[in-house]
């Protein structure tokens, strides 16, 4: 009797052993490889997480197709990987930052969450946690810092000129803008890219196709940019947008690193009065960020050009 009990505990312990084997077993059929990056392996869970975390931040992005999405989710992520991979020559990084509780705080205001609180009951829908968005936002943040520390000297602004622009422009104009940012070897690939693009955007809209084909990080919440002011443009761009009526997009726009088309989401009429000294401190700001922009385009560019990609 008591070795017929031994026996039943021991079949038992043998099921319980072949249950967790085919748990295993099945777990590992469901993940594959998507792509290595200088021989680092990511899979379908890395590129999945990515998938939420766009999701979390433009829930549009549900109505494009699935492969749309996957492969929409795995180039932000090599993006991503990219600059890590970088940065970890020159900061340690999963440190704790003012700055970037800040950046966080920034985030979860704009897309209208009130408190962090909320921002991780939103995130926990999207099977997502707040460290999970702090590591991410912790890549961009040092990555602008990074992208500073090496092009700085190299911003060259005309305060004069700027000046000059003000006192011809007292009162001015403000446009609500989203911008497509992207590049091409060649005029024929631009052209071949444009015409993709304002495909994508008749079948799925600015901000969905902005997700899927814009280079800069605005990409990730459908190209919005904010409210320019027009002293902020450049005057061939103001032209541009002042042909369009609210929810159209401009033609391809040459810029340094590639090109950009943007899309007049409001725009208020009403010319608003200027305050000098403090719209000059506003512009030098802008076009101080607008050249270390494109600093960072090219330099991620030749990053991505010398980064070992196997898909």
Not at 185 to 202: A, M
Not at 218 to 246: D, T
Request: net charge positive; aromatic share 12%.
């Amino acid at each position: 009797m008591k070795y017929n009990f031994l026996l039943i505990k021991i079949i038992f312990f043998i099921f319980f052993l072949f249950n967790i084997f085919t748990n295993i077993v099945q777990a590992s059929n469901n993940v594959f490889i998507v792509m290595k990056v200088n021989n680092e392996i990511i899979t379908n869970i890395n590129i999945n997480e990515e998938y939420r975390y766009l999701i979390a931040l433009n829930t549009d992005l549900k109505s494009l197709k699935k492969e749309e999405i996957f492969n929409l989710a795995k180039n932000s992520f090599l993006r991503e990987k990219i600059k890590e991979n970088e940065l970890k020559k020159y900061f340690e990084l999963n440190q704790s930052s003012k700055y970037i509780d800040q950046t966080i705080k920034n985030l979860y205001g704009s897309l209208n969450i009130s408190s962090k609180i909320e921002f991780k009951k939103y995130l926990s829908l999207h099977n997502l946690t707040i460290e999970d968005v702090k590591k991410k936002l912790e890549i961009e943040v040092l990555w602008n810092e990074l992208i500073y520390k090496k092009f700085h000297k190299q911003i060259d602004i005309d305060e004069e000129k700027v000046k000059k622009k003000i006192n011809e422009n007292k009162i001015q104009k403000n446009y609500l803008l989203s911008e497509i940012f992207f590049s091409g070897e060649n005029k024929e690939k631009i052209n071949e890219k444009y015409n993709l693009i304002k495909k994508s955007i008749s079948e799925i809209g600015f901000k969905n196709t902005a997700n899927i084909y814009s280079l800069t990080e605005s990409a990730k919440i459908g190209g919005s940019i904010g409210w320019i002011g027009e002293n902020q443009l450049a005057k061939k761009v103001v032209n541009e947008i002042n042909e369009l009526q609210v929810g159209e997009f401009t033609k391809p726009i040459n810029i340094p690193g590639g090109v950009v088309i943007l899309k007049l989401d409001k725009k208020e009429d009403k010319k608003i009065s200027l305050d000098f000294d403090s719209e000059l401190k506003k512009l030098i700001e802008y076009e101080k960020n607008k050249q270390l922009n494109q600093f960072s385009a090219i330099y991620f560019n030749k990053l991505k050009f010398n980064t070992k990609i196997e898909q």
